[in-house]
């Protein structure tokens, strides 16, 4: 597939039903820090990938589609281009939940058309926001006609098991139904990151920031349970913060503060909450913290005290 060539339009609309990443085009620096036995299963798929014809060769089908699955803002689509960048192919994407709901009608015929694009060059097709199939075809007052482009869908998809790369995503898993999820050979759920990536993309998205390793520690614990793009706004409220006030060594628990004022939901943040309720509650928590196991010395650094503050504070 060459840069001219354009993916198919809605005839009615002219609207075009996908937009082409080429390899080349993707953001550097910018792959999804994964969980490292993640990030391995990743790279093996990726292999098999690039020896597909070789092994179709010999006679072994190798999985072409994948599903991936997990919490918005895990960094899915975000991968779906890494992959596609790793096997220097275009990624040609379409929203399912515009392309079944915006074109009602005609959908059907751009759906096939879709495909027809796609099986004609070497490429792969990201299938985003997945779940859309699901709804409409569970959904009891949706009428005949939509029913039907969702069994295109599913058959255009089968067509394609056998003859290229398809990826599709969903932030909703639980929607999809048996038959729809046993369509995809390889079926990876995205998490939210844990310890060691959290540590990662927080020293990422600091860049440019001097954080020291308790701070970077401090900001992995307090984002336990939270997206890659949630870490993200966070480090870069933090940054702002740090960027207009910094004047010491409190500057980043003062940051977080103001943050978490306002726009931490105590209820899904825990942690959060207990670090507005004071220094020395969230000093004797962070001292028994199993995962990263805080020393006395850093926790001083981290609150700008001195060590024999903090093991007061943490021996009661
Ligand atoms: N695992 C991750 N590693 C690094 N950045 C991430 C990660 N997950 C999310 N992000 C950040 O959040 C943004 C949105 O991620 P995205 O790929 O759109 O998530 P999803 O498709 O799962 O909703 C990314 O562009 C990136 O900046
Ligand atoms: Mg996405």
């Known amino acids: 597939m060459s ?14 039903l996908a937009t082409t990443l080429f390899p080349g085009e993707f953001e550097r620096g910018m792959e999804p820090i994964l969980d490292a036995p993640l990030s391995k299963a990743i790279e093996a798929l990726v292999a098999e990938w690039q020896s597909a014809s070789m092994l179709i060769d010999a006679g072994i089908r190798p999985p072409l589609n994948l599903l991936l699955y997990g919490a918005p803002g895990t960094g899915k689509t975000a991968l779906a281009k890494v992959i ?31 495909f027809e694009f796609a099986n004609r060059y070497e490429c792969i097709l990201l299938l985003d926001e997945f779940d859309a199939v699901a709804k409409i075809r569970d959904d009891p007052h949706e009428l005949g006609e939509i029913k039907r482009v969702v069994n295109t869908l599913l058959q255009c998809l089968d067509d394609r098991r056998d003859r290229g790369f398809t990826i599709a ?3 909703h898993e639980h929607l999809l139904d048996a038959a729809i999820w046993r369509r995809f050979d390889a079926r990876v759920a995205i998490p939210r990151p844990g310890i060691d990536s959290r540590r990662q993309m927080i020293s990422r998205f600091l860049n440019g920031v001097a954080a020291e390793e308790v701070d970077i520690d401090f900001l992995a614990w307090l984002t336990e349970n ?76 981290l609150f700008n005290t001195t060590q024999s503050t903090i093991s007061r504070w943490t021996r009661k």
């Open 226 to 301: 939270k997206t890659g793009a949630e870490i993200e706004t966070l480090c870069n409220s933090v940054k702002r913060h740090l960027v207009m006030n910094a004047v010491g060594r409190d500057s980043l628990l003062e940051a977080l503060k103001v943050n978490s004022l306002l726009s931490a939901d105590p209820a899904d943040s825990p942690r959060q909450a207990l670090f507005v309720d004071g220094a020395e509650g969230l000093a004797r928590q962070l001292s028994t913290d199993l995962e990263i196991k805080f020393t006395q010395e850093s926790l001083a650094r």
């Open 3 to 16: 840069r001219s060539v354009q993916p198919p339009v809605d005839k009615e609309s002219g609207a075009p």
């Open 169 to 171: 995503i969903t932030n």
């Open 84 to 114: 596609a960048d790793r096997m220097g192919v275009p990624l040609v994407t379409a929203r399912l939940d515009g392309l079944i709901s915006s074109f009602l009608g005609t959908t059907a015929r751009n759906i096939a058309n879709l």
